[in-house]
């Protein structure tokens, strides 16, 4: 569902400023993986996902999604493929709209211009149903601006609006790092079961690692630009924080430094 073959992105090239961001990164998502991705900082992570959802190019390499090269394909012209949830709560929503504008908007990323009629009675209806399985009772708040939503709330929405179109690909960006433990909490329970039940192809950053650890079949570790560590879904039932980074110190002869991870 998505591959990246030999992916490399190097930012200033050939400057004092040179970054190799990504380095020969190769990585498969099949149908239905949840794959989260843990790094140090610089590690790659939002470059990864940028090159995914065509924010940035790769220098060199492919990106496929769901079949089919997308490496000409600018970010708008690749948003039907991809849902994207970011760190910030704001990100993701149109403040001064309602609820249901905002729905619909999203409803109609990947329908013909000619379909996309706003808010109907039908839509209406069905966006209701949608926010019932969130629990926050927003189905009730439709005509509700979103700025008015605390930041969990619009995280769930930003979450919702981010899948009910069933994408190939769903991108989770530290997508609860902004969130207080409890609002943090919520959007991680929402996230497990949205997946589980729609069964879409997820790659989440996070800084979290045993969030890492609980969510997901796969887990991928970064570090320099590198794909370090691929755990598979055989043994990522029987992973714990100490074994990651037991795991990093092995393979790259110094401890884990990252002055934003969540270790516990
Ligand atoms: N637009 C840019 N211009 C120059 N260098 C960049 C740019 N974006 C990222 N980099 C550099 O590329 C490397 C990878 O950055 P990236 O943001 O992908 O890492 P990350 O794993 O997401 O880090 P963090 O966990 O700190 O957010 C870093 O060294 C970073 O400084």
């Given at each position: 569902m998505l591959k990246l073959n030999r992916v490399n992105k190097i930012f200033n090239e050939g400057t004092a400023d040179e970054k190799i961001a990504l380095e020969d990164v190769n990585l498969e998502l099949k149908q239905g993986d949840f794959v989260t991705i843990i790094g140090s900082n610089g590690a790659g992570k939002s470059t990864l996902m940028n090159i995914i959802s065509g924010v940035l190019f790769p220098d060199e390499g492919r990106v496929e999604i769901g079949g089919s090269v997308v490496n000409q394909l600018k970010e708008h012209q690749r948003a039907p493929l991809i849902g994207r949830v970011f760190q910030d709560p704001m990100a993701g929503t149109a403040p001064t709209m309602t609820i249901e504008e905002n729905l619909a908007m999203a409803y109609s990323r990947n329908r013909p211009r000619k379909l996309?009629?706003?808010?109907?009675k039908a839509r209406r209806d069905m966006f209701q149903e949608y926010l019932e399985t969130?629990?926050?009772?927003l189905e009730n708040r439709l005509t509700a601006k979103v700025g008015l939503l605390s930041g969990g709330e619009r995280q769930a929405l930003s979450l919702l609006m981010a899948t009910f179109t069933q994408p190939k690909v769903l991108l989770l960006d530290e997508h609860t790092a902004a969130l207080d433990p409890a609002r943090a909490s919520l959007i991680t329970q929402l996230t497990k079961r949205i997946v589980a039940d729609s069964g879409l192809t997820t790659l989440m950053v996070t800084h979290n690692m045993q969030q890492a650890i609980d969510l997901g079949n796969r887990l991928i570790m970064m570090d320099k630009g590198m794909i370090i560590l691929d755990v598979p879904p055989e043994q990522k039932g029987s992973l714990t924080i100490e074994r990651l980074l037991k795991e990093f110190e092995r393979l790259r002869g110094e401890k884990f430094a990252s002055d934003r991870a969540v270790l516990g």
């Open positions: 996309r009629k706003g808010v109907t969130l629990h926050l009772g």
